[in-house]
């Protein structure tokens, strides 16, 4: 009995545990489905979830020292995604389009006015005119524009014209002749587009035109991006580097559609070696774009994997120029993907990154940004100081389209200490000064270095006495009788006069080959390349580098040896530096370098090393790299020193020299441009016994080399008795932004 009545005890207990628990249950579910049913219902509509393609931020840029050139900076910029404008009612038929689509075209038209109230300015792809009566600007889009124009209008099945600058009018497709009342092909006008966007974008009609064509500009540009990449969303940045106070504005105004987020830009921290450094810019063409992706889509269309190349999208930042194109592939970092939830204010609820954007390499270049600052600056005051002495206003107008270069490498390994090129700018203030660089004659933008090439006149002269002594023409004591005119055997009308025979009817006399290059003897000269021949002396020549590709990691021009016309024979001029051969101050400086390091030439480079971002690993240091040698025996190489380091402490140039602190050897050079001045070209080593550097210095139209003597000796002395300025330099393993 006892036993029943426990049983009973525990049943009811159990039964009214679980009443209260379905009590419990009912009213839960009570209060999900009927109190607050409607508003868990719009939540979970509501929220949504996308996916965003996250950049990495690009990779630091420092000297050899460390000190940082080049870094990032966080900004924050303003993006417009149509997908996260909301509407308070449902998605219902509406004349051909949606409330949701009106609800965009008014979210975005509110945006814009406010950020047209803070001086906000944006900038859209569409080529048409942003004021009506609407036309076409495609002459002055870019290849890039034209480009997705093309595709815009393709994937819209209203043209499939295929846009260039010339094109006034894309054709309409047939579709839309029908829709236009049309019996025939027609061009589409921009009326015409503007009045098919609209109608595709669901414009309000209440609309202005202008205010049709500013919201349909940035449309546009968020259309563009679901047609290049679908699996993932690039945001369309409507403005970059925003203010605080707007970025409360659209956190607290509700601006839906507008999300808030950061991005790395790049952030110069020198005025200086804006040649070398480059810069970066939005992908410019379809043959740009393929380039990039040439490397992705060979492995893809091999079947192999892809994961370790980038395929670049049209609207990315990458290198345009310099070290920043150069080394692309480094700089570049990996991106990452994130997952955006956001509710139904379209503000974001939670991020995710699925996978983490990873920062780019850093690089160390052989550069001292300290030296190559002095060495602009000397440059600088030598090409000044070569238009001071214009003689009459003509040719002081004349002398405002010239430049020069000055590069300074180490004889031990080739590497590239400075490279200046004048006039030059700062990329720094680079947006801000493009107006006026682009007006500037002496082209500022030309890397006169590496890019711009010269005859190089009597500093050829060094080249031909290695060619002339190791072939055996000569001996350094054998000598040659100057007498002041050098005649072509069996042909007295080709001739070669010795400068000072020109300028004051004298003659050298009897000299041998190191007092032929400390005096510059034409006559002498002449007479070596007329024994050695055309064919011999083009082989010493790229040998030394001379009409060859240096190795240097950025674009360069190769110059020229001179090749002689059938029944033509130019050796003899060659030999002094004349004919038509032409070499970069870069090769130059190179070929001064191979020549003091007793003929091994290696390759000039201004890549140090590449390590991670986190200075975890070092990914890449570089090796130099024989390219070519020249046969030559001490005895050569101490003859042609010889003369070189007599022009310094008794030749023309021996004042110059009295106030450099390091001993040195040199040759100078000068080679006529048509009727102007004759450009004036400089090079040496220093010191002379154990050289450590070989300088080349252009100036155009700088008359005769020896007046670059100073700007030599300003360089050699800025090398050798360095300032005491600090660098600023990047704690190992520290990333920058």
């Known amino acids: 009995m006892e036993h029943k009545k426990r049983f009973m005890r525990r049943s009811n207990l159990l039964v009214g545990a679980y009443a209260v628990c379905m009590i419990l249950f009912v009213g839960i579910l009570y209060d999900a489905q009927i109190v607050n049913g409607a508003d868990y219902v719009s939540k979970s509509i509501i929220q949504v979830t996308t996916t965003q393609i996250m950049e990495s931020s690009r990779g630091i840029i420092t000297d050899r020292n460390g000190k940082v050139l080049v870094s990032n900076k966080e900004i924050y910029v303003v993006t ?9 009612a449902d998605l219902i038929p509406d004349e051909g389009h949606t409330v949701h689509q009106e609800s965009v075209a008014n979210a975005l038209l509110r945006l814009l006015r406010l950020c047209r109230e803070h001086g906000v300015t944006w900038s859209d792809g569409l080529p048409v005119s942003q004021e009506p009566p609407f036309a076409y600007t495609l002459t002055e889009a870019t290849g890039t524009q034209r480009a997705w124009f093309q595709s815009y209008l393709t994937d819209r099945k209203w043209s499939s014209t295929d846009i260039t600058a ?74 970059e580097d925003i203010s605080v106070e707007l970025i409360s504005i659209l956190n607290d105004g509700g601006f839906s559609g507008a999300v808030v987020s950061s991005r790395s830009i790049r952030q110069y921290h020198t005025d200086h070696a804006a040649h070398i450094l480059g810069r970066v810019g939005a992908i410019g063409s379809k043959e740009e774009r393929d380039g990039l992706n040439e490397p992705y889509n060979q492995a893809k269309e091999a079947g192999e994997d892809t994961s370790p190349y980038h395929f670049y999208q049209w609207d990315e930042q990458v290198g345009k120029s310099g070290v920043e194109l150069a080394f692309e592939s480094y700089l570049l970092g990996k991106e990452g993907t994130r997952l955006i939830t956001t509710n139904q204010e379209g503000k974001i609820t939670s991020e995710l990154y699925s996978i983490e954007p990873q920062p780019g390499g850093t690089l160390a270049l052989t550069i001292d940004i300290d030296f190559q600052a002095q060495v602009e600056a000397a440059l600088a005051r030598g090409v000044e100081q070569a238009k001071s002495e214009a003689k009459d206003e003509e040719e002081a107008a004349r002398m405002e389209r010239v430049g020069g270069a000055a590069v300074v490498v ?17 990329q720094r203030t680079y947006a801000e000064d493009m107006e006026e660089l682009s007006q500037n004659l002496a082209s500022p933008y030309t890397n006169r270095a590496l890019n711009s090439a010269y005859a190089p006149g009597s500093t050829f002269k060094p080249m031909t006495a290695v060619a002339a002594l190791e072939s055996g023409i000569i001996t350094p004591s054998t000598r040659i009788r100057d007498t002041g005119t050098w005649y072509y055997p069996e042909d007295p009308n080709s001739l070669a006069r010795c400068w000072l025979y020109r300028s004051s009817r004298a003659t050298h006399g009897r000299i041998n080959v190191s007092e032929a290059l400390t005096v510059s003897c034409n006559y002498f000269f002449a007479e070596l390349g007329y024994q050695l021949g055309m064919d ?46 032409e070499y970069t101050p870069l090769q130059l400086a190179n070929y001064i370098a191979t020549l003091v390091r007793g003929g091994e030439r290696l390759d000039a480079h201004l890549l140090k090393n590449i390590t991670a971002y986190d200075g975890s690993s070092v990914l890449y240091e570089h090796q130099p790299e024989v390219l070519s040698e020249v046969s030559m025996s001490e005895e050569t190489l101490a003859a042609v020193k010889k003369g070189m380091g007599d022009l310094v402490t008794r030749g023309s140039i021996a004042s110059d020299f009295a106030d450099c602190i390091v001993t040195a050897g040199a040759k100078t050079g000068s080679a006529q441009v048509g009727e102007q001045n004759a450009n004036g070209v400089f090079v040496c080593f220093a010191p002379f016994d154990e050289p450590e550097i070989a300088v080349a210095v252009v100036i155009e139209q700088g008359r ?26 990047a704690p190992e393993g520290a990333l920058l932004h």
């Open 80 to 88: 417009f995604d149509p997908d996260q404008v909301r509407d308070e």
């Open 166 to 239: 010339a094109t006034k009018l894309p054709l309409m497709s047939e579709s839309v002749q029908k829709e236009f009342g049309l019996a025939t092909s027609s061009a589409l006008s921009a009326e015409q587009l503007m009045e098919l966007m609209r109608k595709d974008f669901g414009i309000p009609s209440s609309f202005t035109d202008r205010d049709a064509r500013m919201v349909l500009g940035v449309l546009y540009e968020t259309a563009l991006r679901k047609l290049e990449r679908n699996a993932a969303t690039i945001p369309y940045v409507l403005a």
């Open 410 to 426: 180490s004889v031990k390994d080739s590497e590239i200490l400075a490279s200046a090129t004048y006039p030059t700018y700062s």
């Open 536 to 581: 011999q002396l083009n082989e010493f020549a790229a040998d030394f580098g001379l009409g060859e590709p240096t190795g240097i990691e950025l674009g360069e021009r190769t110059g020229a040896r001179h090749e002689n016309a059938p029944g033509e024979d130019q050796a003899p001029w060659a030999g002094f530096g004349q004919a038509s051969q």
């Open 704 to 729: 005769s080399g020896s007046a670059l003597a100073a700007t030599a000796v300003e360089i050699l002395n800025d090398y050798f008795a360095p300032s005491d300025i600090g660098a600023i330099t």
